[in-house]
């Protein structure tokens, strides 16, 4: 087998999109902002695209490499062996191949396929859930047990509230920046309000980094993945910069808890936050809450906008939707 990054760089993303999307047993191709997704009816093969986002740089065939092997190992902690490893995509003399003879051309995340109708984001608004379920207080004690295990590894001090105001501060620029798509919207208090009201909650947030409830976390951990099997299993743990995994242990799961009342559950975030409680984690003052759910609501907004940044958006009708839906709920708090 044969590593050639120049090789390997002048393989058209388009041809291996072409060729994983056409392998024996692939039933459903999900692009992202970061990825392809190719699923056949046992597994899911993740080719990233050469992208950079100034937090990543995937653009190199070493990058890719080296991000795949970061999401499996990350992964394991909460999945498990849903992360089988990675793979190697290969060209060959006749094409393309995932195993045999020829120069690695790229790499891939290797998973178990895991049941579509389990996924948190489906049973809520299906209304097959609910807070008193068995399986949320099984949720709660997988994820209670992971971030017990993350106080023994606390991370760098200071980078949970340098990245907030950081990034709060890149949210204000782009919002203020995007606001023609976004008529009827206060933005104040969510745009540079919320920079003053991070650095006013300051002291706090440092008070609990220096009592373990600032922990290297999912980092992205939204209703879409989180799989209720029994035992549930989170997965898509951020891999591409510590920063991004840094998180108070309430700013996590109360990002989680609103993203389900925006799907129609509120008690079952309310249901997690006190399940938190409940087993020996300090939450925060209410105020230090409600900032959180802020930065995070405002922050996923500021996302979805930016897919109208791309030179050709896909579905460009939906983001603006979605933008004003998270901010609307983050006005609320």
């Not at 949720?139 to 991370?155: A, D, E, N």
Request: net charge negative.
């Amino acid at each position: 087998m044969d590593v050639t990054p120049s090789i390997a760089e002048a393989v058209p993303i388009a041809d291996k999109v072409a060729y994983l999307s056409a392998m024996p047993g692939v039933d459903q191709v999900i692009e992202t902002h970061m990825a392809f997704v190719f699923l056949t009816d046992r597994f899911v093969f993740k080719l990233k695209k050469p992208v950079s986002f100034g937090y990543f740089d995937h653009r190199t065939l070493a990058a890719r490499a080296q991000a795949c092997n970061e999401e499996v190992r990350l992964n394991r902690a909460l999945a498990g062996d849903v992360y089988l490893g990675t793979v190697s995509l290969l060209k060959t003399e006749t094409g393309f191949a995932l195993e045999g003879e020829g120069v690695v051309v790229d790499w891939l995340v290797r998973m178990l396929r895991l049941p579509a109708d389990k996924m948190l984001d489906v049973l809520i608004p299906d209304g097959r859930i609910k807070s008193s379920d068995t399986g949320v207080t099984v949720l709660i004690g997988h994820l209670t047990q992971f971030y017990r295990k993350q106080q023994l590894s606390p991370p760098p001090a200071g980078v949970y509230l340098e990245h907030l105001l950081r990034e709060q501060a890149v949210n204000t620029e782009n919002l203020d920046h995007m606001s023609r798509y976004l008529p009827g919207i206060l933005l104040a208090p969510l745009t540079t309000g919320l920079e003053h009201r991070i650095a006013r909650m300051s002291s706090e947030i440092l008070e609990r980094e220096a009592a373990a409830l600032v922990i290297e976390g999912h980092g992205d951990l939204r209703p879409e993945h989180v799989c209720m099997t029994a035992p549930p299993v989170i997965f898509d743990r951020v891999e591409t910069a510590l920063e991004m995994r840094v998180i108070d242990v309430f700013d996590e799961v109360g990002y989680l808890a609103a993203e389900c009342k925006l799907l129609g559950l509120p008690d079952l975030g309310d249901h997690l936050l006190r399940g938190l409680a409940e087993a020996g984690f300090a939450p925060p003052s209410p105020e230090l809450q409600s900032t959180y759910a802020m930065f995070r609501l405002v922050t996923r907004a500021r996302l979805a906008l930016d897919h109208l940044r791309d030179p050709a958006p896909r579905t460009p009708e939906k983001w603006p939707l979605r933008a004003k839906a998270y901010l609307t709920e983050a006005l609320n708090r």
